[in-house]
């Protein structure tokens, strides 16, 4: 399984980006697989970000990211995407994909086996 994460960037404070994550793999079943978006910020830990279920309409934001940020998902084309709008600075940090494989919507990186290089968002202020 692999997953390609791309649309990261520098931004002004207040500007959107979008973020991609493109899912491929002989055995990985992307309509079934619970994906995630993860961020890590300089020099902290890695933490959740939003969150969809393959079960359809259940999605999962941080408090951080909620209002501002919007987590969709294209079946047909393998990809997961992250809308971020009214971006801040300290959303800055490498932002991963993730993707659980008939799991469910969740927040706790260890319930991911799958992950995505990650690509840098910062955001000037």
């Known amino acids: 399984v692999q997953l390609q994460a791309s649309g990261g960037g520098l931004v002004q404070t207040g500007g959107s980006l979008r973020l991609s994550c493109a899912a491929s793999?002989?055995?990985?079943?992307?309509?079934?697989?619970?994906m995630g978006w993860f961020r890590q910020p300089p020099g902290k830990e890695r933490e959740f970000v939003a969150a969809?279920?393959?079960?359809?309409?259940?999605?999962d934001y941080a408090d951080s990211v909620k209002g501002r940020f919007t987590i969709s998902r294209d079946n047909a084309k393998n990809t997961v995407y992250l809308q971020m709008n009214s971006l801040k600075p300290e959303d800055t940090a490498v932002y991963y994909c993730?993707?659980?494989?008939?799991?469910?919507?969740?927040?706790?990186?260890?319930?991911?086996?799958?992950w995505g290089q990650g690509t840098q968002v910062t955001v000037s202020s």
């Open positions: 993730a993707a659980d494989l008939f799991g469910s919507s969740s927040r706790t990186i260890a319930n991911y086996n799958h």
């Open positions: 969809d279920s393959w079960r359809g309409g259940s999605t």
């Open positions: 793999g002989r055995t990985f079943i992307f309509s079934h697989s619970a």
